[in-house]
Structure formats: C-alpha cells, structure tokens
C-alpha cells in the first residue's frame, strides 16, 4: 500500500487548460503539503493543510486552489495553464503541525508538461 | 525565516571513495535539520534528522550527519560510496518543528565507477 500516492504521475496539457492533481495519504497523517520542484530541482512549498484548513499558502498565483475534502485527500486545481507551470509537483503528509520534526512522506510527484 | 544552502550544486566521486555534501542554515531560532534523497523519477526519502541530543546523528544507507551549531551547519557524510547511492540529495529545516520544511537547492551526488 502506497502511503501517499498521487495521481496523474505525468500530464501533458496545453496552455489555457485546466487540470487536476490527486493526492490521497492513507497514514492517518493530519497535514498535508503541496510542493513545486522546478527544472533546476528546487523545490519551494506552495501550501500547507492541517485537518482540511488551509493553514499555509506561499506566493503562488490564484490560478492554484488547493481543495481537501478530508484530513487524507488534497488535490490541487490548477486554472489557465502557462508554460511556466511545468513542473513536478510533490504531495507530503506529516503527523500534524507541530510534528514536522517527524519528516515527511512525499508522494513519487506529478511532472506536470505545458506546451 | 530559515533559509538552507547547499554549497555544492554537483558532485562527482568515485566509487568506494568517502564524501561529504555541505549544507548550511540560516536561522534565529533553534531548528529542527533533515536530509532527504531523490532517486532519479522518485519522490523525496528520508535519510536522516537531527532534532536534539547528539551532533553526529546515523541515518540509513550507512549516511550519518553532523549539526554544528556554531558553524551552523549539517554536512552528511558516507566513508565509502556505491553506484546506487547516484541521487539528488536535499539539505531540509524546520524552525522548532513548527514551520513547513524549507529545502535547499540540492545536491547532485554522482558516483564513478
């Protein structure tokens, strides 16, 4: 069983298209994150969770909406798709808040391609 | 705000050689300090942390870490390298375990054989 797992692993969209990233963790994790790494493999929080509010949300444009219908899903919406969207975008889960000491448990990412 | 910086973007090493990839933080209050690794196509794993107690902190894959407070570093270190240890490989605080993760700008460990 996979601890947290996302879907799709690879998208290619067009720009000015909308799509959707899942995320579903089965750790009984409370907090979940979403995560950009870029071409040059950075990786920069985009927002953060905790039992379904949102509790972090980095300078990332508008066009993301993260949604979490429960404590083991956070899917991530993303409108009007640019090129400069292309990414691989990471999923992780963590005890909760405070437990970030813990670590996290990423997901094996979503490289997201916009031509 | 904590900031991370990995001082090496690549590092290239022979196979059965030791190395060493730095890392360096930046933070005014005490601070919780992990290096993940990224197998090419995967996600993150957990190598190490150091949250408290001793500086020299063992993780897996026979990787271990100093945190140096004064110098404010956690350089990981491995005596003898494989092949299979080729990865990207993330510096990672937290300030007090209360903040989300902020990673650096990783590492690129190649291993030569």
């Known amino acids: 069983d996979t601890a947290v797992s996302q879907t799709p692993k690879y998208l290619v969209t067009q720009m000015g298209n909308d799509k959707s990233i899942k995320c579903e963790q089965n750790l009984g994790h409370d907090t979940m994150y979403w995560y950009k790494q870029d071409s040059k493999k950075f990786l920069k929080i985009m927002f953060s969770y905790n039992n379904k509010e949102l509790i972090i949300n980095e300078t990332v444009p508008n066009r993301f909406s993260p949604k979490s219908p429960d404590k083991a899903h956070l899917n991530l919406h993303i409108n009007s798709l640019e090129l400069g969207d292309s990414a691989v975008y990471f999923c992780?889960?963590?005890?909760?808040?405070?437990?970030?000491?813990?670590?996290?448990?990423f997901g094996s990412g979503t490289r997201l391609t916009v031509v | 705000a904590q900031s991370v910086t990995q001082l090496d973007s690549q590092v290239p090493v022979f196979e059965e050689a030791p190395v060493e990839l730095r890392c360096n933080y930046s933070s005014s209050v005490s601070v919780y300090l992990f290096w993940y690794v990224q197998y090419p196509n995967q996600g993150l794993q957990l190598l190490l942390k150091y949250l408290s107690g001793s500086t020299l902190v063992k993780g897996i894959n026979g990787f271990e870490a100093e945190f140096n407070k004064s110098q404010t570093s956690f350089h990981l270190r491995k005596p003898s390298v494989h092949i299979s240890d080729t990865a990207e490989y993330f510096c990672?605080?937290?300030?007090?375990?209360?903040?989300?993760?902020?990673f650096g700008k990783g590492t690129r460990l190649s291993v030569i054989a």
């Open positions: 990672a605080v937290s300030e007090r375990g209360n903040t989300p993760l902020v």
């Open positions: 992780a889960s963590s005890q909760d808040l405070g437990q970030s000491n813990y670590g996290y448990t």
